[in-house]
C-alpha cells in the first residue's frame, strides 16, 4: 500500500468519528476532554483533544486525539488516530494506529498489533517495541531499535544521511538532533513552537577561531602546492599548459566529464586491491611449487608496480588536479593586461593561482565544495587533453627575433 493513499484512509475514520452509532453515544458522551486515568474503561469510541493527552486507562472503541503532546501508556481495544506535536505510544493497541506528528515514539514494551501508518519528522522505536504487520512511513529522521512483523514501506532518513555527511567532512557542530521530553504535570502554558524538539547544535556557542593554526595549515597547503607545481612546470611545462586547454574550451563539458573521472578513479583504487590479493595468491601458489625465486621476483615487481601507479593517481587527484585548474585560471586573467607571455609571468600565475585556491578551500564548511569542483575539472581537463593528444597540432615556437627587427617593428 502506498503512502499517498494516508489521507484516504484517514478520511472515513474522520468521519467514523463525526458521525458515531448510537452505541458510542453513552451517557458518558464521546468527548472525554484531555485524559483517560488509570483504571477508567470506556466502552465507545472517544475523542480527546488538549494542549496535553495522556491515556492511562483502557478504550474498548476507537480512539481518536487531537492535541500538542500525547502520551498513551493504557490499551485501546480498536484504531488508534492521533495529530500532535509530539507523541509516544507504549500502550497496546489491538487495531491499526494513524499518526501525524513532529516527533513519533514508541517506548520499550510498547504494543502495535497491526499496521502503523505515519507521517513524522522523527519516528523512534524502543528495543522491545512491537509493530504486529506492516510499516507505512514518511518522515527525515528514524531510530527503528523494535520488531516488525510486518513488511517495510518507508521513506525516511535525509536527517541521517546529513548528519553523516557532516560528521565526515568533520562539521559536527552542523547536525541535527530530534527528541521528545514527557511533559511535567503541570507545565507553564505556552505557544506552538515546531522547533521545541529539534536541537540545531551551530546555535550553541561555537569556541574560539584559532587564527594560528588556521593559518599555519594554510602556509603548509600553499607550500605542498607549490612546490610540486614548480616541479610540473619545470619538467612537463606543455603538457601542463595543454592539459588546461579542454576546460578553457568547454568548462561545463569538462567539469561534467571530471565527475564522471573522479568515480572512476576512486573505483580504480578497489581494483588496485583486487589485484593486491590475487597477486599476493598467485605468489603463494608458485611458493607452493617450490619456486619460492620467482614468487619473490613476483612480488617485487608487482606490488612496487601497483604502489607506483597507486601513489601517482592519488598525488594527481590531492595536487596535480589543483594544479592544473590554479595555474589555467591565473594564466587567463594575467593574460587581459600583459601582451606578451613569459616564464616570470607564468611562474607568477602559478604563484597567485595557488594562493586563490588555499584561500577560498580555506573557507569553513564550503571550502570542500570548491575543493571537489576543482578536482573534477582538473581531472576532466586532463582526461579529455590526454585522450585529445593525437588530434592536438604540435605547438609552435615562436621565433627569436633580433634587437634590429624589433627595433624596425617599433
Known sequence: M???FLPILLIPLLLTFAFPTPAAAADDGIF????????????????????EVLVEGTVNGNLFILGNQVIVTGTVDGSLVLIAQNAAVSGDVTGAVYALALTLDLPANSLLERD??????????????????????????????GQINGDLHT????????????RLLGYEEL???????IPAPAPEPQGFSPFRHMRFKFTEPLPAFDWGEWGLSLLRNWGVLMVFG?????????PLERSGEPLKARPLRTLAAGLLVLVVAFNLFIVGLILFVLLFALGLGINFLGLWQVTLALWV?????????????????????????????ASLLFG????????????????????????LRSIPYAGWIIDLLVTSAGMGSAWLAWRNRASLPPAAEEPVKTEKERSSKK
Do not use: C
Open 301 to 329: 615487481v608487482g606490488f612496487s608496480a601497483l604502489l607506483i601507479a597507486a601513489v601517482a593517481l592519488a598525488l594527481f587527484i590531492a595536487i596535480g588536479s589543483k594544479i592544473v585548474v590554479a595555474y589555467l585560471a
Open 336 to 359: 587581459l593586461f600583459l601582451r606578451r607571455k613569459a616564464v616570470w609571468t607564468d611562474l607568477l600565475a602559478l604563484l597567485a593561482g595557488v594562493v586563490v585556491y588555499v584561500l
Open 175 to 181: 547536525t541535527l538532533e530530534l527528541h521528545f521530553e
Open 116 to 145: 502503523l501508518y505515519t507521517a513524522t519528522v522523527s519516528l523512534t522505536s524502543g528495543p522491545d517495541s512491537t509493530i504486529g504487520r506492516h510499516l507505512y512511513a514518511l518522515g527525515l529522521d528514524a531510530g527503528l531499535n
Open 32 to 51: 472525554y476532554g484531555d485524559s483517560i486515568p488509570a483504571g477508567v474503561v470506556v466502552d465507545h469510541d472517544v475523542v480527546l483533544f488538549g494542549d
Open 2 to 4: 502506498k503512502l499517498r
Open 155 to 166: 521513506v525516511i532518513g535525509p536527517i541521517q544521511l546529513y548528519n553523516g555527511l557532516m
Open 230 to 238: 614548480l616541479l610540473l612546470y619545470w619538467l612537463a611545462r606543455k
